[in-house]
């Protein structure tokens, strides 16, 4: 063990009116561990529980759809009527019972990503995705406002559930990016042009949550800053929008990058790089040392390659970040926090392979390598009997 004080890394710290326990964030990872059409299950409460117990300050959920016409398979947890309310009351208290963490609602809508077998995907144009090969179809002023209403509502719905704060998915290529980036986004009315119109489906949710809601509940983005795609949005742009949502009002902002189109062009794409030496770490750092200094009162959450302890805190030291987010490592160490704490400096012991993203696809996220040494070791203890 390292004899190193993590005075900031395990410091308390404030999302609005929301005191985090610590600055360590469960980024938001796709589970696929609900029931069909949405409900939750045991099994999705089990994972949190465990998520709970292993010492995070915050957990962002998996994406929640906010429209039955919008989602990413049958077993994402959906929020978009009152029928799932019971089921995402039973999943906050469990995780409020078992631990002192708290814990914030992501909600979605996928937008030109948008896989769903009966319904179009749908997008602010009609611009075709590469990774789907669908043309999707061009919202009506009509209907975004509508998809705005199924935001906000969810929202509600969210804060009836006593989560104690939402996330609005604006990044990765799902609608809300889709609506920033000029890459998806070549209207000419009021939801398009410039940046600022651009930006106008995420400003009219936050206040429309507002007047419902109060001031008292936070509303954080997850906000895309690199489309990695030629003629997609850029850092320059995003540093506008990041003003933009801070003169807004919103609590916090975790800048990511990348779309689904990213994955085909690049060999190491956004958002979920691989990381073969340290150097590779904390790679959306340069982004954040742009974004922290227009960010004034604002939390900037900073995601994307932290596996070591010691630079999680130099980066907190240095005001960089407010928080630090992680996603695959606590696939591996659920308890990773936890191992910190107390004492063990080790970096994650995720090797960023990216292979949960496979098992994502099959079907239920979890680690390969850490299914495999747990194999390996089963194996050999049965033929030591």
Known sequence: MVNIELKYLFSPAKIGHVTIKNRIVRSATYERKAAKYGKVTKELIEMYKELAAGGAGLIITGAIAVDPHATGGPDQPYLYDNSYIDGQKKLVKAIHDYSDVKVAAQLVHTGRQGTHPKYPSVAPSPIKDKSTKKVPIELTVNEIREITKNFVDASIRAYECEYDMVQMHAAHGYLLSNFISPYTNIRIDEYGGNTQNRT??????????????????????????????????????????????????????????????????????????????????????????????????????????????????????????????????????????????????????????????????????????????????????????
């Open 200 to 385: 106008k489906i995420l400003i009219d949710i936050y206040h429309q949550i507002r007047d419902e809601i109060g001031k008292d509940f936070p509303i954080i983005v997850k906000l895309q800053t690199d489309d990695d795609v030629p003629g997609g949005l850029m850092v320059d742009e995003a540093m506008e929008i990041t003003k933009i949502l801070v003169k807004t009002g919103y609590d916090a902002i975790e800048p990511s990058g990348g779309i689904g189109e990213s994955i085909i062009i690049n060999k190491n794409p956004l958002p979920s790089k691989f990381i073969k030496k340290p150097e590779d770490e904390n790679y959306f750092l340069p982004i954040a040392k742009k974004l922290k200094p227009l960010m004034q009162h604002c939390p900037l959450i900073l995601v994307g390659g932290i596996r070591n302890p010691i630079s999680a805190e130099k980066i907190l030291k240095e005001k960089i970040a407010d928080f630090i987010s992680m996603s695959r490592p606590l696939i591996y160490e659920p308890d990773l926090p936890n191992r910190w704490k107390n004492g063990d400096l080790s970096p994650a012991l995720c090797i960023s392979c990216n292979s949960c993203f496979m098992t994502m696809m099959q079907g239920k996220v979890y680690c390969v390598v850490k299914k495999k040494l747990e194999e390996k070791k089963l194996k050999k203890r049965k033929t030591e009997l």
